[in-house]
């Protein structure tokens, strides 16, 4: 069973902006302060509208919180979600294996073109996977 995701109120504040300029429907937010980043979780299907047509959604936003945003579009099957996290690297192959002591270990092969990405998004999926899913650890190969 997953974490309950605990909103802040400038989480709120911040997915009530995010939703009012989208018509997206927003799961949560992770805001990294060192990056001046924003990171939104958006319900299943709906990270075409969040971006909106040309990403003038997310220019919207970038200009109005004065933050780069980044979407990304949550799935039920942490499988499929590594993956849309780690777009636009692609996931060669991933799998979950289940140790005799219970822990879970989320294995990612990537095809390693876009190495300084890499490093990046691997942060955010060992964060978001936890979160979502209590995976223990995330091995990306």
């Known amino acids: ?77 942490p499988l499929k979600f590594v993956s849309n996290i780690f777009r636009p690297i692609k996931v060669k192959n991933a799998y979950i294996a289940e140790k005799s002591d219970g822990t879970k270990t989320l294995y990612v092969s990537l095809i390693k073109d876009k190495l300084g990405m890499i490093k990046t998004k691997s942060k955010n999926a060992r964060e978001l996977i936890k979160k979502y899913f209590n995976i223990d650890e995330i091995t990306i190969q």
């Open 1 to 77: 069973m997953a974490n309950k995701i605990k909103l802040s109120i400038e989480d709120i504040g911040l997915i009530t902006t995010f939703e009012n300029v989208t018509g997206a429907s927003v799961k949560d937010c992770i805001v990294d302060k060192e990056k001046e980043k924003i990171t939104f979780i958006v319900a299943e299907g709906q990270a075409g509208i969040a971006i909106g047509k040309g990403g003038i959604n997310i220019k919207r936003l970038e200009e109005k919180l004065k933050k780069r945003i980044e979407v990304l579009e949550f799935s039920n099957d």
